[in-house]
């Protein structure tokens, strides 16, 4: 007995070796919505921090500079969603060529893992600011964060190169898909290199996150040491720095990595268990969409960092025309110890 998977799945699972029938007719309705909205919400969301970034920074700080690489990664995963939105939309038909797909899906696990690297970035950067914040001073510069950035996208390319081979497209019963793994022939291969791929560019760098905000709540839950090193502003940074991140994790990336490998554990032991392989494959299909929210939530990090918050409603309020503002982060009501310790 076989099973038979429509021949536009995501992930592609040959007829062979396999024994029950998947409906996945709620991807046509459901992918395209959420394609939509994340495509909606997050152009101007991360346009508007760019342009905000540019006009209104002199001079950018760590933290910014991470930030600004953010929004560029999810703008350019935000540019490939129309092509996701009218394939879907197309019950699966992939009309763009195989050039576009190798590009889209390689855009989407670069804007995934690039945000995550570069979170961890930034959660090492405010972990050094609040718990070391003098010895940590020659390490916290512009300097080193423009070398964490580049490092950042150097890693990803170059892990990445492998998904130009494995995803492409093919004519199946007369209806062109395009690979969002791989096919079958190739999906052992595939298999591990997306486990290795998991485990160095997702575990390890939510490990070290992990890591920093521990000490990170141990060091601000403490009064007095608290008082005397971190200031107000930036110990409220700091906190509110620890809920976002961790908020992200916990809701864009953690239950997609978690359904992702069940599925594919699931069909490299080509398991016969039909009401499981349902269960994980509709909760890896329903996650996959869910973790490009982050592209959303990425610019509420900027606009809750530092002075930026109340930058944004004097721009709004056409109050600073022609005015040149400080640089993020040391905004003009900030003491000493806020604008250092913790600071971007």
Same mark, same amino acid.
């Given at each position: 007995?076989?099973?038979?998977?429509?021949?536009?799945?995501?992930?592609?699972?040959?007829?062979?070796?396999?024994?029950?029938?998947?409906?996945?007719?709620?991807?046509?309705?459901?992918?395209?919505?959420?394609?939509?909205?994340?495509?909606?919400?997050?152009?101007?969301?991360?346009?508007?921090?760019?342009?905000?970034?540019?006009?209104?920074?002199?001079?950018?700080?760590?933290?910014?500079?991470?930030?600004?690489?953010?929004?560029?990664?999810?703008?350019?995963?935000?540019?490939?969603?129309?092509?996701?939105?009218?394939?879907?939309?197309?019950?699966?038909?992939?009309?763009?060529?195989?050039?576009?797909?190798?590009?889209?899906?390689?855009?989407?696990?670069?804007?995934?893992?690039?945000?995550?690297?570069?979170?961890?970035?930034?959660?090492?950067?405010?972990?050094?600011?609040?718990?070391?914040?003098?010895?940590?001073?020659?390490?916290?510069?512009?300097?080193?964060?423009?070398?964490?950035?580049?490092?950042?996208?150097?890693?990803?390319?170059?892990?990445?190169?492998?998904?130009?081979?494995?995803?492409?497209?093919?004519?199946?019963?007369?209806?062109?898909?395009?690979?969002?793994?791989?096919?079958?022939?190739?999906?052992?291969?595939?298999? =591990?290199?997306?486990?290795?791929?998991? %485990? #160095? +560019?997702?575990?390890? !760098?939510? &490990?070290?996150? $992990?890591?920093?905000?521990?000490?990170?709540?141990?060091?601000?839950?403490?009064?007095?040491?608290?008082?005397?090193?971190?200031?107000?502003?930036?110990?409220?940074?700091?906190?509110?720095?620890?809920?976002?991140?961790?908020?992200?994790?916990?809701?864009?990336?953690?239950?997609?990595?978690?359904?992702?490998?069940?599925?594919?554990?699931?069909?490299?032991?080509?398991?016969?268990?039909?009401?499981?392989?349902?269960?994980?494959?509709?909760?890896?299909? =329903?996650?996959?969409?869910?973790?490009? %929210? #982050? +592209?959303?939530?990425? !610019?509420? &990090?900027?606009? $809750?960092?530092?002075?930026?918050?109340?930058?944004?409603?004097?721009?709004?309020?056409?109050?600073?025309?022609?005015?040149?503002?400080?640089?993020?982060?040391?905004?003009?009501?900030?003491?000493?110890?806020?604008?250092?310790?913790?600071?971007?």
């Amino acid at each position: 007995q076989h099973l038979f998977l429509p021949p536009w799945l995501d992930t592609n699972v040959s007829e062979e070796g396999r024994s029950c029938h998947l409906s996945e007719h709620y991807k046509q309705i459901y992918l395209s919505l959420t394609y939509s909205i994340i495509f909606v919400l997050g152009l101007p969301l991360n346009g508007a921090v760019l342009w905000l970034s540019w006009r209104q920074t002199k001079r950018w700080g760590c933290a910014t500079i991470y930030l600004a690489n953010l929004m560029v990664a999810d703008l350019l995963y935000i540019s490939t969603l129309p092509f996701l939105i009218v394939t879907y939309s197309l019950n699966d038909t992939w009309p763009f060529g195989e050039l576009l797909c190798k590009l889209v899906r390689f855009l989407f696990y670069a804007n995934l893992y690039s945000s995550v690297l570069l979170l961890t970035c930034i959660s090492v950067h405010r972990f050094l600011g609040v718990c070391h914040p003098l010895r940590s001073l020659p390490y916290r510069t512009r300097r080193h964060a423009l070398l964490g950035a580049t490092a950042t996208w150097a890693v990803v390319v170059i892990q990445l190169l492998p998904t130009l081979i494995f995803s492409h497209t093919d004519d199946l019963d007369g209806q062109m898909i395009c690979y969002d793994s791989t096919s079958a022939d190739h999906f052992d291969k595939f298999f =591990v290199y997306s486990m290795v791929l998991m %485990l #160095s +560019s997702f575990v390890l !760098p939510s &490990l070290v996150v $992990l890591v920093c905000y521990s000490l990170m709540v141990r060091s601000l839950a403490t009064p007095v040491e608290t008082l005397t090193r971190v200031g107000g502003a930036a110990r409220a940074k700091s906190i509110r720095t620890i809920l976002l991140v961790c908020g992200l994790f916990t809701l864009c990336f953690v239950p997609f990595h978690v359904s992702r490998s069940l599925y594919f554990t699931l069909r490299f032991l080509s398991s016969d268990n039909c009401q499981l392989l349902t269960v994980v494959s509709l909760a890896y299909k =329903v996650w996959r969409p869910l973790v490009s %929210l #982050s +592209s959303c939530l990425n !610019p509420v &990090l900027y606009f $809750l960092s530092g002075g930026n918050r109340v930058r944004l409603l004097q721009e709004l309020a056409h109050n600073k025309v022609g005015e040149h503002p400080a640089p993020i982060g040391q905004g003009p009501h900030l003491t000493h110890s806020e604008s250092t310790i913790g600071a971007e």
